[in-house]
């Protein structure tokens, strides 16, 4: 049995280096290996390349690495000057001047303090890649899914077309008997009735395609980008298991790695809250006019208003609470998103296995019935009725194959089989 397993990478891309080294984010499969559609790989690429919220989740992410450079430099000394002016005294009779003081501070103890910052600062970084991440996650899903509606509906399209002319057809055929006083006036009618009804729904349908289409090339950023006009299927289904396809949605998840840092830079706030009410030590060296050069040691405790510090406590150990409470709220839907996807995929291509026989059937069944109407042997009704049945037959295997193809490829995105290509993206 084939499940969602990611296989070795086969191929590895960096993102550029921004503040820290940026993990690597590779294609564990391209569109070939899962038999998917290659164009909407195109689709997926100039989404992501040009999509705004990916770009601002890029930006915010090279910020957290510039802001573990800064937090490193917290170690450094830090050097403080002044000049201060100093008026007349006028029983010593000393005159107005300009003193210079210069002091340079080396902090030497903190409470643990230093290396929270630091280790907050990555983990926040570590949130903002893995947001990046997700908002591309997200943009891809929508891609997807609009794209896969798109081949749906002009899919759905020429069916229909195909319908009207197949009624044309007819509409001539029984013209011809009704003018020749073989067959009553209303089977004309009734011919007539069903084309327009056909030619409505041509019209919805078409009308949904270019909204569609609209909505897609919106998502792509490409104003002429057309999806494939062809329904490219696997030469054979795979055969998902729920457990196992939640189990790596959990595991690849973006939006989870984003909430487990987060949860971890709360865990870090309280402890640099507790930090705070710890003094610090440094190692001071100073120089001014009035007292020269001094070298010592600096022992500073603030306890800043009131009780500020151990309200802080509270409030980081409260965020930290509620970090906990959004990762089991995104485990819950995620867990729901993937069963969704997985039920629809089954019943889809349970459907399929017997959808695909019944076009034919159908098909088969409409021209006998033509050939037994010729021979007076079946009434128009019964042809116009089974005519009607090859359409809803070809209609039905045209959704059930978009909804198999679109349960799929989120699943395969979900579970981070087919993983992005994010270096499409240049800040």
């Known amino acids: 049995m084939l499940v969602l397993i990611a296989p070795a990478p086969v191929s590895a891309k960096v993102l550029p280096k921004f503040g820290t080294d940026a993990p690597p984010i590779t294609l564990s499969a391209t569109p070939a290996e899962l038999a998917l559609d290659p164009k909407l790989q195109t689709a997926l690429d100039l989404g992501i390349g040009s999509n705004p919220n990916i770009i601002s989740a890029r930006a915010a992410a090279q910020a957290a690495g510039f802001d573990v450079r800064s937090a490193k430099w917290l170690f450094f000394p830090s050097l403080s000057a002044e000049i201060s002016e100093v008026a007349q005294d006028r029983k010593t009779g000393s005159y107005n001047g300009f003193y210079p003081s210069l002091t340079v501070e080396q902090p030497i103890w903190t409470g643990g303090y230093l290396n929270g910052t630091i280790r907050q600062a990555r983990q926040r970084q570590s949130a903002a890649l893995a947001a990046y991440q997700a908002a591309a996650l997200q943009v891809a899903l929508r891609i997807s899914d609009s794209y896969q509606d798109v081949v749906r509906l002009f899919r759905r399209k020429q069916l ?219 009434s128009w009704l019964d042809v116009m009725n089974s005519f009607q049945e090859t359409i809803s037959a070809d209609i039905t295997v045209a959704d059930t194959q978009a909804s198999a193809l679109t349960s799929l490829t989120r699943l395969y995105l979900l579970t981070g089989r087919w993983r992005l290509d994010l270096n499409g993206v240049r800040p």
Not at 327 to 352: C, P
């Open 160 to 378: 229909l077309a195909q319908s009207v002319a197949r009624y044309g057809d007819m509409i001539q055929t029984i013209d011809r008997r009704v003018a020749a006083d073989v067959s009553p006036r209303v089977d004309l009618e009734l011919a007539r009735s069903r084309l327009a009804q056909v030619e409505q729904q041509y019209s919805a349908n078409s009308a949904q395609y270019d909204a569609a289409l609209a909505q897609l090339r919106e998502l792509v950023g490409d104003p002429d980008f057309m999806p494939t006009t062809e329904v490219l299927l696997p030469a054979i289904w795979p055969q998902i298991e729920l457990d196992e396809a939640t189990t790596q949605s959990l595991a690849f998840s973006p939006r989870l790695n984003q909430l487990r840092a987060e949860a971890a830079a709360a865990k870090t706030d309280v402890d640099l809250a507790r930090s705070d009410l710890a003094p610090k030590l440094s190692a001071q060296y100073s120089y001014s006019d009035f007292v020269g050069h001094r070298v010592g040691a600096v022992l500073r405790y603030q306890t800043g208003r009131g009780l500020s510090h151990l309200t802080a406590i509270g409030a980081a150990r409260a965020r930290q609470d509620e970090s906990d409470a959004k990762i089991a709220a995104s485990e819950r839907d995620l867990k729901g998103l993937i069963a969704g996807d997985v039920a629809e995929f089954f019943s889809a291509t349970s459907r399929l296995e017997s959808s695909q026989t019944a076009p034919i059937a159908a098909h088969q069944v409409h021209e006998s019935y033509m050939r037994l109407f010729i021979a007076s042997r079946r």
